[in-house]
């Protein structure tokens, strides 16, 4: 349809395809919500009252609003394919999402991105990227892959990549690394997303010179406060294991609404399944006081403004349109979902056509050499350890000290402190590379969990109470191709195979979701007390993220950016 032909279409020259008749229209460009029918003709609307038209729905007075829209997530988070996580997000209302392949870029460079890109065709959900833009994240682990300027230059026009994604590397930015320079050049017109968790201050300045608009690793409210000043949009991310609404709502008002919107960043098959997806986060927001329109504005069009996504984000004359049809404000029953004009889904259930995910053509992403590795047994050298100390719900950690137990000369797990062996083992060129240190917060009695989630590199990173028990779990975790395993006595007692890049499953989400709980409930067994396990594992590693986390290389300061011994003395 041109635009004369929209214009004749407008002023009701003849029928349009659809009609949604009475209809109260959560209008998130005026602010308001009026009565309102919605005239669509092709992929677009064209009025907002009665039209002729072929086909009529009557609303009977329900609510439209816009397709909801994630502005940062990593799809591979979720652990399915990009069809099967399509599946379910978009009854729940999710229209669009903008992903940062950055999980399956650190396996398998390139190749990885052109799987995702490959695999998010021909569905009824809007699937846009940002392209990775630290791969590895850091030096300070081994990643799978290295992607530089020039491997990003072949993406910079393609009309589903809209920008370079979270610049976590925020020390290389503030340095003026020519390497990370260079990137931000490849991208210059498009959006620049951040990731500096508690950057403030000139180094802040620094950051927003550079281009960056974005961040969504606050989690105090002056942090966030001191972000907005600046002129950075900031993401609310509340996902499985890093929870940020309750911190940072109260920041909103009236005069910057328009600069935050809401974001799932990391979400597990489980959350999407008993809680949904951005409808969740918009239904949550509503019931700690934020106003409707608000909070549906920063689920929809706050996020299209800020990725100059044309013709998304409104139920306007001349958007696409990619709507939901709402039972009411505050539960959030969605009705009717359409996606261009089309109805995808109805009542919680899908109706449109979806393909079976594609086949992966990936390589096998487990090569350990396990000779290399031998065990995982630390010489006392010393009489205090330092200890990665969890935090319930955050991806962050704390930097504590503790004494550390010595039998036969080796420093070892005391469980009754729950104080743990934590390990991590690269896992993609078979260098044998390994580190090993002490952690709490897991609490577990007998046992080991491992797992092939490990951002960002994505190595094997395992928990357990002894050698033997963690060497057996991370052994499992290679056996399956990747995925999740948990130990006792050196059995297995359950396992979540993730055979794409190790990241991800094949299998549909209900078969995704029985083997996570599985895991997570024999994780229970072992005396793990973290509401989720895996979720929380896969963060003990992410070296970006303050205070102290593991890699293949080493135990790491993420404060002072260094490498730290073991022992603290």
């Not at 992607?147 to 809209?162: G, N, S, Y």
């Amino acid at each position: 349809m041109d635009t004369a032909q929209r214009i004749g279409m407008a002023l009701g020259t003849r029928p349009v395809d659809l009609l949604l008749k009475n209809g109260r229209l959560v209008n998130v460009f005026s602010g308001e919500i009026h009565e309102a029918s919605v005239a669509i003709h092709g992929d677009r609307i064209v009025g907002l009252e009665d039209y002729d038209a072929v086909e009529t729905v009557d609303l009977e007075g329900r609510y439209i609003t816009p397709g909801f829209i994630d502005g940062h997530l990593h799809i591979e988070s979720t652990m399915l394919s990009i069809p099967e996580f399509a599946r379910h997000v978009v009854p729940r209302g999710t229209t669009t999402v903008i992903g940062d392949p950055h999980e399956i870029a650190n396996v398998h460079g390139v190749e990885g991105i052109r799987f995702m890109l490959d695999s998010s065709e021909g569905l009824p959900l809007r699937v846009f990227l940002m392209f990775p833009s630290c791969v590895p994240a850091t030096p300070f682990e081994t990643s799978g892959a290295h992607l530089t300027a020039k491997d990003m230059e072949p993406f910079k026009d393609h009309e589903r990549v809209l920008g370079l994604a979270e610049m976590m590397n925020f020390p290389g930015v503030l340095a003026a690394d020519p390497e990370i320079l260079a990137k931000i050049e490849v991208f210059r017109d498009k959006v620049l997303d951040g990731h500096a968790p508690g950057l403030v201050g000139k180094g802040l300045f620094a950051y927003v010179n550079a281009g960056i608009g974005s961040d969504h690793e606050c989690t105090q409210l002056e942090e966030a406060r001191a972000k907005l000043r600046a002129g950075m949009r900031i993401m609310i991310r509340e996902g499985s294991a890093a929870k940020n609404l309750d911190a940072l709502l109260p920041v909103i008002n009236a005069q910057n609404s328009r600069n935050c919107f809401l974001v799932t960043d990391d979400l597990d098959p489980r959350d999407i399944l008993e809680k949904g997806h951005l409808n969740n986060l918009v239904r949550t927001a509503i019931r700690k006081g934020l106003d409707p329109v608000t909070a549906i504005q920063m689920a929809s069009l706050n996020t299209a403004t800020y990725f100059k996504l044309k013709g998304l984000g409104a139920v306007l004359p001349g958007y696409l349109a990619d709507l939901l049809i709402l039972e009411d404000l505050k539960e959030l029953a969605i009705a009717r979902v359409y996606q261009g004009g089309r109805l995808v889904a109805r009542d919680g259930s899908l109706v449109a056509p979806i393909r079976p995910a594609a086949r992966t053509t990936l390589p096998g992403s487990m090569n350990v050499d396990w000779d290399k590795v031998g065990d995982l047994s630390i010489e006392a050298t010393g009489t205090t350890v330092r200890v990665i100390e969890v935090v319930p719900g955050q991806i962050v950690t704390k930097h504590a000290q503790d004494l550390a137990v010595v039998v036969n000369g080796k420093a070892v797990a005391d469980p009754d402190r729950d104080l743990l062996k934590m390990a991590v083992i690269e896992r993609h060129h078979g260098s044998g590379n390994f580190s090993v240190g002490f952690i709490r917060g897991f609490g577990l009695k007998h046992g080991a969990i491992a797992s092939t989630v490990g951002h960002d590199s994505h190595n094997i990173i395992v928990v357990g109470v002894n050698d033997r028990e963690m060497l057996a779990a991370a052994r499992e975790t290679a056996r399956m191709g990747g995925g999740f395993a948990v130990v006792r006595d050196g059995q297995l007692l359950a396992a979540l195979p993730l055979p794409i890049a190790g990241l991800m499953s094949d299998r549909p989400v209900e078969e995704v979701d029985r083997s996570l709980e599985g895991v997570v409930r024999a994780a229970r067994e072992l005396g793990c007390r973290l509401e989720a396990p895996f979720a929380t594992l896969s963060f003990m590693a992410l070296t970006p993220i303050p205070e102290l986390k593991l890699t293949d290389q080493g135990l790491f300061d993420s404060v002072n950016f260094r490498f730290v011994p073991l022992f603290a003395d």
